[in-house]
């Protein structure tokens, strides 16, 4: 068939340089919904019905398109078009450019061009005259690079009305989807002590931060990798001076998981933390950001059918061992919807200044996520 539709890499990646091109940071609402404006208008071109929920603190707005066709529980298409990028990058370390077979950009990688990708294979279907069996949603998240606290119920409530979800997150390099996070948890412990002179009265002071270098060692203790769980304190302040003793100190901490069992574990342990020297103060808040995502039957079922897909073109397709890498596939997965994450264009340097996707990744990455929406019943 000479006219058969085919799917063309360079259009492909015209199309991801456009929405790399309007930088997006999490925290600017205007930049993100500059994004959000573009996914619209391309979305209702295809003919998709639109929602586009207000964003609020701060963040951008959620776009939600439904393809008006199919009837029951469908497929989510989960995307961000947030990047952790500031304005300006594009025009400093991440100019947008291709080097053989990478090509760079802020967020290109993580994630606007699996974003880009699962529009363009909806676009794919439909101008060879196909339709997915089922109906499809694709939910547009605005904030999902800081744990997307304003879109999570509605990505959990989407998620309940589906069958499939598919996550358009970066690729791993090599073929590689995910069928696995681990969970994450975010504490932030404060610890109160008694301010006094240093050389006055020294005495008389009880440092809180000598009672968190304690409790700092303490939790980092708890990072075990045989058992897969791993405890970062990133974030310490505290203190008013250096003749001064402490009297308070904030530190926060990361921490990941691969199940639920050691999520509640290890929550528990970090609320009931106690003091380890006399008369100071500890205060532990927080809990599990993002529930473990494990592998099961479902998501193993979905993963075959990917596999047979990519076998089509003669490839091979492998899911990663457990990621430490937290997505809005942990909310999906955690619900028991059978969930495919990693689906975006394979590449490197999520986050860092070296950020880039591969092109030859980009034919291979649509045809499996066209074929997914085609094929799933
Ligand atoms: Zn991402």
New binding site residues.
């Given amino acids: 068939m000479k006219n058969e539709p085919k799917i063309d890499p360079k259009e492909v990646l015209a199309g991801i340089v456009e929405w790399v091109t309007i930088e997006s940071p999490s925290h600017d609402a205007k930049a993100v919904n500059v994004v959000v404006d573009k996914v619209e208008g391309q979305f209702r071109d295809l003919g998709l019905k639109l929602e586009r929920i207000p964003g609020r603190d701060g963040f951008g707005d959620i776009l939600e398109c439904k393809t008006p066709w199919g009837e029951g529980k469908g497929i989510l298409v989960l995307a961000?078009l947030d990047t952790v990028h500031p304005i300006g990058m594009i025009e400093k370390d991440l100019k947008i450019r291709q080097e053989g077979d990478s090509v760079f950009g802020p967020g290109i990688y993580?994630?606007k061009a699996g974003g880009y990708i699962a529009y363009y294979a909806l676009r794919h279907l439909i101008r060879q005259g196909k339709k997915p069996k089922l109906p499809v949603t694709f939910l547009f998240i605005p904030e999902?690079?800081v744990g997307s606290p304003t879109s999570r119920s509605r990505i959990e409530a989407a998620a309940k009305g589906h069958k499939y979800c598919l996550v358009m997150?970066?690729g791993r390099d090599g073929d590689k989807v995910v069928t696995s996070r681990k969970g994450v948890g975010r504490f932030v412990m404060t610890v109160k002590g008694r301010a006094s002179h240093a050389g006055v009265r020294h005495e008389d002071g009880r440092s809180a931060i000598l009672e968190m270098a304690r409790q700092i060692v303490r939790i980092e203790g708890r990072t075990d990798y045989n058992r897969g769980i791993t405890v970062n304190v990133g974030l310490i302040n505290g203190g008013t001076g250096v003749n001064v003793i402490s009297a308070e100190c904030t530190a926060e901490i990361d921490l990941r998981v691969p199940n639920q069992q050691l999520a509640e574990e290890m929550t528990h342990w970090f609320l009931n933390l106690e003091p380890i020297g006399p008369d100071v103060e500890v205060k532990v808040e927080g809990g599990m950001n993002r529930p473990p995502y494990q592998k099961d039957a479902g998501i193993a079922q979905l993963f075959d059918k990917a596999q047979a897909i990519y076998r089509e073109i003669g490839k091979d397709l492998k899911d990663v061992p457990l990621t430490g890498g937290g997505?809005d596939g942990n909310f999906t997965a955690a619900l028991g919807i059978p969930t495919l994450d990693g689906l975006g264009a394979d590449g490197k340097g999520a986050h860092a200044a070296y950020e880039q996707i591969y092109y030859s990744s980009l034919v291979p990455r649509t045809y499996l996520c066209a074929r997914l929406l085609e094929t799933l019943d």
């Fill in positions: 961000h993580d994630m999902e690079e997150e970066p997505s």
